[in-house]
Every structure is written in structure tokens, then in C-alpha cells.
């Protein structure tokens, strides 16, 4: 069966003690906010402070898969900091996003290598799965999220994609069901 | 700005004559990751009424419908079909539907994938009544009634 493969771009993550305040995140191409009590970053839009976490994102690209493909995400984030072992990626295939239903999911735990430096370097993750023969058509959205490690845990970081992926369920899916037209026989 | 938006036509009312038999048109588009076969049912249905008031949900006139059996071939693109399927204007004298204006709806068996739209067929034909019954039915609840009320009227005006 096909491996196909979607990539996320977590930005610029950091350890507990960054310092709250005002950052670029280079990958996102915009000025972060780090907020000491939460723990979080957080973007100014509309004079409103959103966590970057909240955001699902339009998919760069879709996907088409089928049930026994191979679907194989990508996490990738920037990091300043010590070195964090254990940390949890938890990845997800969702069905609409608004609500957030996970059809299904993994944890994946990643050690990430010490940069005591003042330039950020990628970090990347993966995680394979395999479509399952019971796979529906609303499957249509990814999400990832990485948190927790030891000594230092990295503050929770989510990212998703809605509408990234085009699934083939086995069943058939009907849409624009209409009646043409009508005739005596 | 001027902006300009096609659409497809809804499909307008036609006459039959009840025992015709209709083919009915639908367009869908499908994906599947294997091939598969469905069932397209049809048939005319319509609202209950009491005195030109709806009281019922819409009921199909289930002696009218008809049914296909479509293969659909694996398809891992969206691919657009067009499909038939047939149903009988079944007269009322053979447990079918009256005279009158029926809506028509299509829909995939077992699922809830369905097209309908109100008052698109003017049936007529059906022979008219020749049930004696009926047709004097009215007069005898009348006769019937008068006999009830009388007695009670003549029973008021004894005890004055």
C-alpha cells in the first residue's frame, strides 16, 4: 500500500523558563508573546491574545489515502534550550476540527538534544499510521501536540491541519445527490 | 459589482396519467475505495391532510415504488454518475394513489442520502366512483342522525 506524508510546523518552542515576553518566530514569520504563568505562547490578532495552540490551519496540501495506506505525519519545530527527554508527541487523525473528534491517535515520546545557543535548530518527529478498513470519509483533519519531558518540560504546543487529508473509505461516499429530471416511460 | 451565480434548474411539475410508468434522473458524485453496489429507490408521496391542513409527515405511496441495483466502481477520485430508475403510477383501484398532485423523491436504500421536492406530478385518469356506497353515504349519516335527534326533541317537548 502507498505511504503518503503530511509535515506540521510547530514554530518556535520553548523550555519552562523562557522569559515571558515578546519574540520572533522565524518559521511562522510573526512576533510571538511568551507568557510566564501560562506557560504559553500566544499571538496579538485583532487586539486579542490567541494561543497558538488554538489555531488549526489550512492544510498546505492534501492528501488522498485509503484504508491499508500508510500515512506518515511530520512535526517540526524550532528550539532554544537544554536538553528534554521524553517528551510526548500525541498525534491524532481527526474528524471535524470545530468539535474535535479524534478518530484515532498515538503517543510518541522524543528526546530533544541540548541548544544552549542563541540560533534556534529544527527539530523534527514522526509517526506512521495505518489506515484502518474502517476509516470514514469525515476523517479529514491532523493535529499534533508535544508536552511534558524531564528535567525541564517543554509547555504544551498544538498544531493542526484541517481538511488535510482526502480519505477513501471503502464504502462508497455519495455527495450532490439531485434529481435531473422526470419522464413518462 | 454584478455577480452572477448558475445554478440547476429545479425540475418542474408534470402531468401523468395514472398507470404510466416514470423514469426518474439523478446525478450524484461518489468516491470508494472498493466497488460496491447500491440500491436507488423512487416513488411519488405526499402530505396527509384534513380539511387543506397538513397533519402527517411526508408518506410515500408505497404501492408506487420502484428500485434499481447500481454498481459503483472503485473510484479514489470524486467521479459524477447518472443513473435511472423506474416506478409505476399504480391506480387506485389496484391499491395505488388517488387523483391529485404528488412530490417525488429518490433516495440511496438504507442511508439517509435523498433527493425530494413537493407537487412535481399532477396525476389523473383513475375512473371515476362507481361505489353506490359512497356515494350515498353522506345522505345516510344525515337520515341516521335526524333519526337519533328526534326522539330526544319529542322526549324535551313531553315533559312540558
Not at chain 1, 537544554?82 to 473528534?101: C, D, E, R
Not at chain 1, 491517535?105 to 474502517?134: G, H, K
Request: proline letters at 7%.
Amino acid at each position: 500500500m502507498a505511504m503518503k506524508t503530511l509535515e506540521l510546523s510547530l514554530g518556535l518552542v520553548a523550555p519552562v523558563q523562557y522569559a515571558p515576553g515578546w519574540y520572533w518566530d522565524a518559521n511562522a514569520g510573526q512576533m510571538v508573546y511568551f507568557d510566564g504563568p501560562t506557560q504559553r505562547f500566544y499571538t496579538l490578532q485583532n487586539g486579542v491574545f490567541v494561543p497558538l495552540a488554538q489555531n488549526w490551519h489550512t492544510a498546505p496540501k492534501q492528501v488522498t489515502v485509503a484504508p491499508g495506506d500508510k500515512l506518515q505525519v511530520t512535526l517540526d519545530f524550532q528550539y532554544i534550550g537544554p536538553a528534554v527527554t521524553g517528551v510526548n508527541a500525541h498525534y491524532s487523525i481527526n474528524y471535524n476540527a470545530l468539535i474535535g473528534g479524534e478518530a484515532m491517535s498515538q503517543n510518541v515520546a522524543f528526546n530533544i538534544p541540548a541548544n544552549l545557543t542563541s540560533t534556534p535548530v529544527d527539530v523534527t518527529n514522526s509517526y506512521t499510521f495505518t489506515i484502518p478498513a474502517n476509516a470514514q470519509s469525515n476523517w479529514t483533519d491532523i493535529y499534533v501536540v508535544i508536552s511534558g519531558g524531564t528535567p525541564t518540560a517543554i509547555a504544551s504546543q498544538e498544531y493542526g491541519y484541517s481538511n488535510a487529508i482526502v480519505l477513501i473509505a471503502l464504502a462508497p461516499t455519495i455527495t450532490g445527490f439531485t434529481i435531473k429530471d422526470f419522464a413518462k416511460v | 459589482m454584478l455577480n452572477l451565480v448558475f445554478a440547476p434548474m429545479a425540475v418542474v411539475q408534470q402531468s401523468f396519467p395514472v398507470g404510466s410508468t416514470i423514469r426518474v434522473t439523478v446525478t450524484f458524485t461518489y468516491t470508494a475505495g472498493v466497488a460496491d453496489a447500491i440500491t436507488l429507490k423512487a416513488g411519488p408521496y405526499y402530505y396527509p391532510t384534513v380539511a387543506g391542513l397538513q397533519v402527517g409527515p411526508l408518506t410515500m405511496v408505497d404501492a408506487c415504488l420502484g428500485s434499481a441495483d447500481i454498481n459503483l466502481p472503485a473510484a479514489s477520485a470524486p467521479t459524477e454518475v447518472t443513473e435511472t430508475v423506474d416506478f409505476p403510477l399504480v391506480p387506485k383501484a389496484q391499491g395505488g394513489m388517488d387523483d391529485g398532485t404528488y412530490g417525488l423523491k429518490v433516495w440511496v436504500d438504507g442511508t439517509n442520502i435523498e433527493a425530494h421536492q413537493d407537487d412535481l406530478m399532477a396525476v389523473s385518469g383513475n375512473p371515476a366512483s362507481t361505489d353506490v356506497f359512497s356515494s350515498i353515504l353522506p345522505m345516510l349519516m344525515m337520515f341516521m342522525m335526524m333519526a337519533m335527534i328526534m326522539p330526544m326533541m319529542q322526549g324535551f317537548g313531553g315533559q312540558e
